[in-house]
């Protein structure tokens, strides 16, 4: 009887399915996987835009830097450039950091202070009047200052649309005239 059951249950789920297949579609019901980036592309090429993402950048890096030497764990600061800066800026400070783990053993290499705070030493970091400087498809500059301590530095960076974002290509400190990604391949020429 068991069996009997099971097969006209069978029987009833065939033929309802062979009905159902026989009708017309009327509506079809996408489901839409394609993840939408946070803002319009058109959206994230405003100098507006360009503004915030620059202190949002800003506000997480010395978050975290601010958070590190409250603790006094600065070796443990999470590094922000993976992040933050284009396939070309990690292309070059992976480049000078590989010579100098092989060649500076006893010395400190290219990168004496933080292209992040412009300093050696950093407290009570911040970033104030930062402004577009210029701006189009693919590149753009930013001015800003970086307040570390009681120091003021004018800052400009340059930037890259790449990744559906805009990311550091270069860090120049305005007041010392020192461009750290033009000093990193002066630095590698010959090496």
């Known amino acids: 009887m068991k069996s009997f059951c099971v ?14 297949s026989q009708q017309p579609l009327t509506s079809v019901s996408v489901v839409n996987t394609r993840v939408e980036p ?8 405003t100098p507006s835009y360009l503004e915030q993402r620059v202190n949002t950048i800003y506000s997480k890096v010395f978050a975290e830097y601010n958070q590190a030497n409250e603790m006094e764990e ?45 300093g050696q030493d950093f407290g009570n970091l ?3 009047d930062v402004k577009t400087v210029s701006l189009n498809d ?5 001015e800003l200052k970086i307040h570390n301590f009681d120091d003021v530095t004018p800052i400009r960076l340059d930037m890259v649309y790449e990744k559906d974002e805009w990311m550091i290509d270069d860090f120049i400190d305005l007041d010392h005239n020192s461009d750290w990604k033009k000093e990193m391949k002066e630095y590698m020429r010959g090496k």
């Open 38 to 45: 946070s803002a319009p592309a058109t959206e994230k090429k």
């Open 126 to 128: 911040s970033v104030s």
């Open 7 to 20: 097969a006209i249950l069978a029987l009833m789920t065939l033929v309802a399915c062979k009905k159902e």
């Open 74 to 118: 600065i070796g443990n600061i999470p590094e922000p450039d993976s992040l933050y800066c284009s396939k070309d800026w990690n292309h070059w400070v992976n480049k000078v950091r590989e010579y100098d783990s092989e060649n500076n053993t006893d010395d400190i290499g290219f990168f004496e202070a933080d292209y992040w705070v412009m």
């Open 138 to 142: 693919r590149i753009a500059v930013v």
